[in-house]
């Protein structure tokens, strides 16, 4: 059988997707920056035309890394990444937990105290590469509001299902979600 896939068109790019089932009731494009390069590079540079100046990218691990990355390397600013797990390096972190569309269980983002004083008092942009429930967002934003730093953007390359009709967020592409059809279930 062959994977139904959606035509996504951004940045001057088309890539196509593959439709995955996250429940009986809906499927999602499955939307992955990790070895694509040319996306990665493109996007950034598109969405860093549209976000207002900064000091640090903020982004989770770990599909959010090769964004955060490119937009801290195009703009020549820092980025940080809230963990996953705490790591044998970080000291005195902070957390809170998320669930996200794409993962079947409650998860936990850490800060660690190092993180914290990079970011205090400064301009942090909330970078993602997608934002659809908007869960994962929320979790940086407390995250972001525990280092007392002051958001000045939360910003993505798609904005899946209703999160292309919010206007708090700044985004290149909608990604629309799609009914799970008894073939995709099996």
């Not at 593959?18 to 429940?23: A, E, K, R």
């Not at 694509?36 to 982004?59: H, Q, R, S």
């Not at 000045?152 to 290149?172: C, H, M, Q, S, T």
């Amino acid at each position: 059988m062959k994977k139904k896939t959606f035509t996504l068109n951004v940045a001057g790019l088309t890539r196509e997707l593959s439709i995955c089932p996250i429940n009986d009731e809906i499927s999602i494009a499955a939307f992955v920056m990790f070895s694509d390069v040319e996306l990665t590079e493109k996007c950034t540079a598109e969405l860093l035309k549209k976000v207002p100046d900064f000091d640090i990218v903020l982004t989770a691990e770990s599909k959010g890394i090769p964004l955060g990355y490119e937009m801290a390397r195009q703009s020549g600013k820092q980025y940080v990444v809230a963990r996953k797990s705490v790591k044998l390096y970080m000291t005195d972190p902070i957390s809170v937990e998320v669930r996200s569309i794409t993962t079947d269980y409650q998860q936990t983002l850490y800060l660690s105290a190092e993180d914290i004083v990079r970011m205090k008092g400064k301009r942090v942009l909330i970078a993602d590469d997608v934002i659809s429930t908007g869960e994962s967002l929320n979790a940086l934003m407390k995250l972001a509001e525990k280092a007392e730093c002051e958001v000045i953007a939360k910003a993505a390359v798609l904005a899946e299902g209703d999160a292309a009709y919010r206007n708090d967020i700044i985004f290149l592409q909608e990604l629309p979600i799609f009914k799970t059809d008894d073939k995709e279930k099996a």
